[in-house]
């Protein structure tokens, strides 16, 4: 970690996980004490009378971009968009430059983020060399490096050879790993520009049908279970895709699934002035498909949310539709748009929240003493937000590089106030801190 | 505002006789002649003069239409103007005494423009213009041969004719 | 008229408005002297990044006619083939001093993105995108019905009630997208014939009917049957099986053309595959409107052209789209 010291900080009526206000007593990275009228002398006091406390939230799915794409993000730059959105742990995707296939890469982005501080940078590693699909890369050795690799994904690629699939599946039981899996069938998405469907017929754009990602889960899941492993599904998008996994649940198949926020609010509609801002994959899907992930998150079937936090360039969004690149930032405006799809629609309390953005992706990632719950005795590791503004997601919310967000210009509720990992405060007052740990 | 009329419906049915007159005497008869009215008002009187014409001078008279939108200097300053009908009769206007008739001279600008206009259809042998009205104030060297009534007036005020085919009523008026 | 993108959002009104200012221009182009000075010192620039011979010198016909200075930017050869965007293509052509861009872009949407975009003032009008519209074509296809059914009696006229079949690669054909949507605004009925891999997954809300059989299509009597050209450069070989296949199923041969009524006319956009979507008897039977398509072509473009830049333009695009 960086070289910030654990502050002492005397957190007055937070509620926890939504419960009734409480203090917190916050010292050498610990929780040390809850309860009502704590004092301690010398510590920080921290008003948070009408703030939930969170967990510090651990996002399954970021793409930091370095090594490789330092003009989009890096980890430092990363890092502090995900403390601005309460995050305190992230995973990061191995599609940089060179791909993160080697101990060494893993090793490096490893390294970045215990340099930047901000908070903890997990990296996944890829399945396959260079994540071409065609002969696995060193898993076992990506596992045993101080990175202690234990999600590997080919994210923005799908593992599409199914016996590479399956011996990929096979070989990570033996150090507790997860092959999270990118579901997209390759031949049928040739082109492919948006969800396939009314929309797309209008609009002339080749449509990415939804029968892509569901065939390629539903072969996975059956896959998972022939062979006794864990599945993980990433950025699930679609009604027939929650069906498959409720169904594979059922017939208890060890496989998680995620969603991101923007799959939670946005429909395809939002293409229709081929604004880019709106162009990610999976794409964004229609109505019914929203309110299928919405149902599948509420229940259980779907496991956590994870943002696929992907920042582009400007001119990589400033053109034409076909020239665009995919995806979304999504960090600093997760739990905001959680909160407005989930919460407020009481599809969602705030200990599911608590659940579904830090315990769980916590565990299927398997990092132990990370989302944690905010109790005595645990890791100081949690996030203050405010649930009762109101206002437009701006630009100047924004604290990464990248700016290609589809929530600018729209109104979205809530704001983060404190971020602290393992006490020592990164976010204070809305703010992120110039370096972490240095109050002003 | 004040408005005044200064041409009843009598007044204008003598106009329009007496400029008929003019037509063939200038003319030396009917022989050659084209009425081409500028719409829109412009092509009302040309229909009301051509009959005359033809009874007076023993001959018929052909009577068409001349618009002249597309020929116009200002259009880029005003919202666009959808163009009007140009009907030019079957004997064409090459070798002919064209006579343009409009309802108001005033700048010159739309003579100039049907000048133009005339120009890209035919090359008449003579072109005479006649107004119903006069008002004065010409930015460009254009003068009428037949004029129903000279109308001074400020730039600022405006004249409305109003006809019966089109407005329902005929008169004159001038509003300040 | 600020630009003019598509049909899907074009009133009914615009729409009478561009076919009976093409009639006034389809008349000057009977006089000896064709031209016109209204859009003299007006720039037209002709920016297709995608070939096509006949639509750019269709359009420049159009602005030359009506004195307008016509600059051709073709992709081929061209900074853009080095990797320059969209976007500073069209801020060099602002800072040339266009008043108006003609685009013809492969990327569905690229008109919308200029247009909106900021990057230029000038008016924008769409030749065809991707596979989304072609409002231009649609437009003379419009006029050329109206014509041959109303002759000199069509201005302020609409196609109420009349039945036109788009027959072909609908999936990719931004002809068959701009015809659905103003032949559907101007009254008319339309079908849509294709092989089932043809037709776009999702058309339950477009205003037309889909039949997969020609023949039956011509059994009901349709008074417009529309050729579209099958893209042989735009699919792969999995939309149907062979050529000879796609001919003999869904091509307009002498005897489907003797089975249509004897009033019925023949469109194509051009360029005809002779023999694989419409035969040479088709092609050039007196029903086929194809060359009075070009014709009027010229003029429908003379009406887009004075229409979007002759007047005071608007100053924001909220007043044109949608």
Known sequence: MSHATPQTLLVRGARVEGQDATDLLVRDGIIAETGSGLSHPGATVVDADGLIALPGLVDLHVHLREPGFEASETVLTGSRAAAAGGFTTVFAMPNTS?????????????????????????????????????????????????????????DGFCVFDPLIMRRALEYVKAFDGVIAQHAQDPRLTEGAQMNEGAVSAELGLTGWPAVAEESIIARDVLLAEHVGSRLHVCHLSTAGSVDIIRWAKKRGVNVTAEVTPHHLLLTDELVRDYDARYKVNPPLRREEDVMAVREGLADGTIDIVATDHAPHPAEAKACEWAAAANGMVGLESALRVVQQAMVDTGLLGWNDVARVMSKTPARIGRLDGHGTPVAEGQPASFTLYDPRPSRTFALDDLRGRSTNSPYLGRELPGEVRWTVRSGIPTVVDGAVLEAPGVLA | MNTRTVMHDADIARALTRISHEILESNKGPEGLVLLGIPTRGVTLANRIGPLVSEFGGAAVPVGSLDVTMYR????????????????????????????????????????????????????????LATLIDRGHRELPIRPDFVGKNLPSARDERVNVRLAEIDGVEEVTIES | MRHLLDTQHLSRADALEILDVAEDMADTQRREVKKLPTLRGKTVVNLFFEDSTRTRISFEAAAKRLSADVINFSAKGSSVSKGESLQDTAQTLQAMGADAVVIRHGASGAPRTLATS????????????????????????AFTIRKRLFGDDSRGRDLDGIRVTIV?????????????????????????????????????????????????????????????RIQLERMNAAYFPTEREYSRRYGLDARRLAALPTDSIVLHPGPMNRGLEISAEAADSPRSTVLEQVTNGVSVRMAVLYLLLAGERPHTEREDLR
């Open chain 1, 98 to 154: 060179p791909t993160a296939d080697t101990a060494g890469v893993v090793e490096q982005e490893f390294a970045l983020g215990e340099a930047a501080g901000y908070v903890h940078v997990q990296p996944i590693g890829a399945v396959t060399v260079g994540q071409k699909g065609e002969r696995l890369a060193e898993l076992g050795a990506m596992a045993d490096s101080r990175a202690r690799v234990r999600v590997f994904s080919d």
């Open chain 2, 73 to 128: 200097d200002d259009l880029h300053r005003n919202p666009t103007r959808a163009p009007r009908k140009t009907e030019i009769p079957a004997g064409g206007i090459d070798g002919k005494t064209v006579v343009l008739i409009d309802d108001v001279l005033f700048s010159g600008r739309s003579i100039r423009a049907a000048l133009d206009a005339l120009q890209d259809i035919g090359r008449p042998a003579a072109v005479r």
């Open chain 3, 168 to 228: 072909g690669d609908v999936l990719h054909s931004r002809v068959a997208r701009s015809n659905v949507w103003l032949l559907h605004t101007l009254g008319a009925h339309v079908t849509l014939v294709a092989p089932p891999t043809l037709v776009p997954q999702d058309v339950s809300g477009w205003p037309v009917e889909v039949e997969y059989d020609l023949d039956r299509a011509i059994a009901a009597g349709p008074d417009a049957l529309m050729m579209l």
């Open chain 3, 118 to 141: 900021g990057w230029i003032t000038a008016g924008v009008v769409n030749a065809g995108d991707g596979t989304h519209e072609h409002p231009t074509q649609a437009l003379l296809d």
